[in-house]
């Protein structure tokens, strides 16, 4: 499919806003969700460099609508411990709220350290109302915690992450409470926004940690290639940690590195995918192949409901448009993007058998260059 098409666009894009509020459910209808969408399509239209869209997401300020990379940290509500387990599985692939109470008992490369000093980063920023509507604003103080381990041991909680370094900020001494002051910011875009922090701890996240970091070109070109052939040369796909180990390594690095060396250029991996012999393969498989992980053949897999959607009105209709209230109800049906194992409801049989919206749209579809007809005629 041609990547300058809208439909192919789309598709991505509904795909990351799908993964961005996949357990904000009662996101799904809101106006973050929708503006999220937007911003994303518009995104991959201008082939936005992927790493420059995540630094978007993680610095996000303004008006959601406006700039919909907001609705990410906004729909966490202010609570730091939400948004670092997001941002660690949609950014980097990695599963970070498994270390919250003590380092990761399986995969020891996940330390405890790196999930509250991933939690400092976004310890300072809340939502707010202003005048123009709801903003995510950041303290220039505060921040400064401890946590402890399993035994009572505790230690600071350092500005760090998984495979980074530590980022230098003086903490007061113990007992102290710094004083916040108008000096310790600049002003916003605009009059009604918040205050910035001149020591912002996400830009500093976005500036030091995320640039050189390997898991945020592993982590999508990973997705992408579980997007397109169903499973990921690491799977499940949002778990890249010692514990599951790729499937052909080599390949996985070498798509990383030519992610980097491309500037993040996601048309660029999107072509490199679909142009391979695994995305060619038919679903036929050889009577020895057995492990879906080798890529022997095709793998088959549940339509997207924004694909599901579009096939049935070209086919009942002949049209390119989607009926927005069959969509809905499709959405609604099969939720998930990318499931990590492929479980056919009973719902979903009766849904495509008899479900009312369904049953209205191929009554409605009536006129004579519409399937029904012709096959009358």
């Known amino acids: 499919r041609d990547w300058s098409s809208d439909v192919c666009s789309s598709d991505l894009a509904r795909y990351w806003r799908d993964v961005i509020f996949y357990r904000k459910t009662e996101e799904r209808s809101g106006i973050a969700m929708g503006a999220c969408e937007s911003y994303l399509m518009d995104e991959f239209n201008k082939n936005t460099p992927w790493d ?102 505790s230690q600071p909680n350092l500005l760090t992450y998984l495979q980074a370094g530590v980022i230098s900020e003086p903490r007061p001494e113990a007992g102290s409470q710094p004083k916040d002051s108008e000096d310790l910011y600049l002003a916003g875009a605009n009059a009604s926004d918040p205050k910035v922090p001149k020591f912002s701890r996400r830009e500093r996240f976005v500036d030091e940690v995320l640039p050189a970091h390997p898991l945020l070109a592993r982590a999508m070109v990973n997705k992408l290639w579980a997007l397109f052939l169903g499973r990921g040369l690491s799977h499940p796909h949002d778990k890249l940690d010692s514990m599951h180990s790729p499937s052909h390594p080599e390949l996985l690095d070498a798509l990383a590195d030519g992610f980097i060396q491309s500037g993040y250029d996601i048309r660029l991996m999107v072509r490199a995918i679909v142009l391979s012999r695994p995305y060619q393969l038919d679903s036929r498989r050889d009577a020895g192949s057995h492990d879906p992980a080798d890529f022997a053949w095709f793998l088959e897999r549940p339509l997207a409901a924004e694909v599901w959607a579009r096939n049935v009105a070209k086919l009942v209709r002949n049209h390119d448009t989607v009926d927005d209230s069959l969509l809905a109800e499709v959405r609604e049906q099969f939720p998930d993007v990318l499931p990590e194992e492929v479980v056919t409801p009973l719902k979903n049989g009766l849904f495509l058998s008899n479900h009312r919206r369904l049953d209205e749209y191929l009554a409605e579809s009536r006129d004579r260059e519409h399937l029904i007809p012709m096959l009358g005629a």
Not at 56 to 67: H, K, L, N, P, R
Not at 77 to 100: H, L, Y
């Open 52 to 153: 420059r869209i995540a630094s978007a997401f993680i610095t996000a300020s303004g008006d959601v609508q406006e700039q919909g990379s907001t609705a990410l940290i906004m729909a966490q509500a202010g609570k730091p411990e939400e948004t670092v387990a997001e941002v660690s599985r949609i950014f980097m692939g990695i599963q970070i709220q498994c270390a919250q109470c003590h380092d990761h008992p399986l995969a020891s490369e996940v330390e405890q350290r790196h999930y509250w000093g991933l939690v400092g980063f976004f310890r300072r920023s809340k939502n707010v109302d202003t005048a123009d509507g709801p903003r995510v604003s950041e303290s220039a103080v505060g921040g400064f915690e401890e946590f402890a381990n399993l035994s009572g041991m």
